[in-house]
């Protein structure tokens, strides 16, 4: 009678603990939104910085030009004619910018645009007017031109003109020149020299009836990105050198463009991502979704403990494990504010393991169940850590190993007499 009494008891004792351990986990969502919350105020932290710091060095540049913009007082019979040949060569230099703990990838461009303008076979008589009455402007148009450090050299059909000969409107350089080789179908060749900077992203705007860009840059981690990737490319641990080359049929626009070109023809830029990137607060964001999950194996592993070793641990004590737990992710989170991701894991994951080793072994007054802990939860960390490296295949391989750790489970509590709550 006493046994049936005693086994009730623990039947009762380990539903309660059973309840409680629920309770825990879900009074633990309220750290782990904290840690989320976290993470992405310190993201955004970091996003106005790169902002302020840009927008005083230069924001993301785009190059597009040079083009022969003809206009009239009727905007519908404005147009601009576009070169049949654009070179461009550009020279990158990155540098990084400090704000606070936080660096920041900027540069300085040295962009030559060489070319020459031919008089397209669909150039109606009425358009050919408006050349010949003078009509028209050449440009260049830019991101901003608070990024130019010098002023542009313009050379037109072989003159050099002068600072004064360029003048600006807007984003846009503009000046005129000499087109009466061009009006009797000979070719006007430019060329014309930015000294540049900007930061983030350096993008093109294929121009010419046949556009080719050479860029070299210092650059070891460059993003190719817009409608065109390079047709030759070349990344080592010392920078890159790319080669694009777009042909008037590859566009969506003609050699003559109706009405305002410089908001008809960005569809089809291409760019570079010139910044070194920062990683680490998707990566932690990335880590705080597995917390829960690794709340619940350690309280799951603390239980089995607790079951098979008969004895008590106290609810406060499954709280301060769950606090352990989630206090990794704000660690993780400090350290790699200035240590790479792996070794701020690697500290993190020792420091968390090896604390809840250490106290599981005093709790259970047995040093090796704090090192099998311990050693678990470290096998726990390497596993997510994996995950985190593997996105394409995070799925497959978190789905066979919750498979595996349920099958061990399974394993582990086959011998228990969940009924009586031993052994």
């Not at 920078?239 to 960005?266: E, H, Y």
């Amino acid at each position: 009678m006493e046994t049936n009494e005693f086994n009730m008891t623990r039947r009762g004792r380990n539903g309660i603990k059973l309840a409680i351990i629920a309770g825990l986990c879900i009074l633990l969502l309220i750290p782990w939104a904290f840690t989320r919350s976290l993470i992405s105020e310190r993201s955004t932290t970091v996003d106005d910085a790169e902002s302020e710091v840009c927008e005083k060095w230069g924001l993301a540049q785009q190059v597009k030009g040079p083009a022969i913009k003809v206009y009239t007082q009727k905007e519908e019979q404005s147009f601009s004619l576009l070169p049949d040949r654009l070179d461009i060569d550009a020279e990158v230099s990155t540098r990084s910018l400090n704000r606070g703990i936080y660096d920041f990838t900027v540069y300085d461009a040295d962009i030559v645009l060489r070319g020459e303008f031919l008089l397209p076979p669909t150039l109606t008589a009425d358009q050919r007017s408006l050349l010949d009455r003078n009509c028209w402007q050449m440009a260049v148009q830019l991101h901003s031109l608070k990024g130019l450090t010098d002023n542009p050299t313009v050379v037109i059909g072989g003159r050099t003109l002068t600072a004064q000969e360029v003048t600006f409107e807007g984003s846009r350089l503009l000046w005129q020149a000499d087109l009466s080789a061009l009006l009797r179908g000979e070719a006007l060749p430019f060329e014309v020299r930015l000294p540049l900077r900007g930061s983030n992203a350096l993008e093109f705007v294929p121009m010419g009836n046949t556009t080719s860009v050479r860029m070299h840059s210092n650059c070891p981690t460059p993003s190719f990105d817009g409608t065109f990737l390079p047709v030759e490319r070349t990344v080592t641990a010392d920078g890159f050198d790319a080669q694009w080359r777009v042909l008037a049929i590859n566009r969506s626009f003609s050699q003559v463009v109706p009405k305002d070109l410089w908001t008809s023809t960005d569809d089809d830029a291409f760019s570079v991502q010139l910044r070194r990137p920062v990683m680490q607060y998707q990566q932690n964001d990335r880590a705080s979704k597995y917390a829960f999950l690794v709340v619940l194996l350690t309280f799951a592993v603390v239980f089995f403990v607790e079951v098979r070793r008969d004895r008590p641990i106290h609810p406060v004590q499954y709280l301060l494990i769950g606090i352990a737990v989630m206090l990794f992710y704000t660690l993780l989170l400090s350290f790699s504010e200035h240590l790479s991701f792996l070794l701020s894991y690697l500290i993190a994951s020792a420091m968390t393991a090896g604390l809840l080793g250490v106290y599981l072994g005093a709790i259970m007054r047995d040093r090796k169940v704090g090192l099998v802990i311990g050693g678990l939860l470290a096998a726990l960390y390497a596993f997510i850590y994996i995950l985190l490296q593997i996105e394409s295949y995070a799925l497959l391989v978190g789905s066979v190993g919750l498979f595996a750790l349920l099958a061990v489970a399974m394993a582990a509590s086959r011998r228990i007499d969940w009924y009586n709550g031993k052994q």
